[in-house]
């Protein structure tokens, strides 16, 4: 048996806010629109990109029909500065560093495209730490269908002793539809109080995360 963590990104591993926003706010100025406060489209983020861009689209009230062009015009500025200014939350390179001396193999679930999930993990030195990276264009479904965690999970030759790692109501949702133990990280980009997500346990300090996933996965570990 291989016990496995799957993890979430935006808002999870990284804070990548800035960046996400920055691409949207470019997009918006190539269509001769005034920027959106970054606090607006913290809001808008959680679903994948064409969600978010469909969100800016409806809140600015630009045409649907421009959809998928504004959504690739999103994604190229994106693509060109995706790691400008996002950077791993505290304490989360050591987290990672402990789990897999305890042999856990750790994944990452996101609905963030794969290509700058995967070119963030590089920039950011976490791709070592990672067999299996699922973008929310890799297959499918995306989160809040719980095939795409389920993918993961198999992808890293387990489904067995597993925890999912998230912020948002989107990871709780998928979760508990794959029937998955969720952990809660408490300072991402979640919308609704912490108790009002399904969770297991939630943690604010990355600090904290190896003994609590430890636990739960029957290993060891000091207490929730
Ligand atoms: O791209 C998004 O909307 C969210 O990405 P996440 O699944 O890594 O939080
Ligand atoms: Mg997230």
Known sequence: MTAAIVFDLDGTLVDSLADIAAAANRMLSDQGHAPLPEETIRGFVGNGLPKLVERVILHCGLSIESHSELTQGTLNHYNQASSATTRPYPS???????????DIALGVCTNKPEAPARHILE???????????IGGDTLKSRKPDPAHLSA?????GTNDACVFVGD??????TAQRAQVPF?????GYRKSPVSELPHLASFDDFARLPDLALRIIGLSGTGL
């Open 123 to 133: 920039v950011l030195d976490l791709a070592q730490f990672f067999d299996v990276v």
């Open 152 to 156: 993961t999970f198999e992808a890293l």
């Open 92 to 102: 989360v390179k050591d987290a990672l560093q402990r789990l897999r001396a305890a």
């Open 183 to 187: 952990l809660l990280y408490s300072e």
């Open 168 to 173: 948002s109501e989107v990871d709780a949702e």
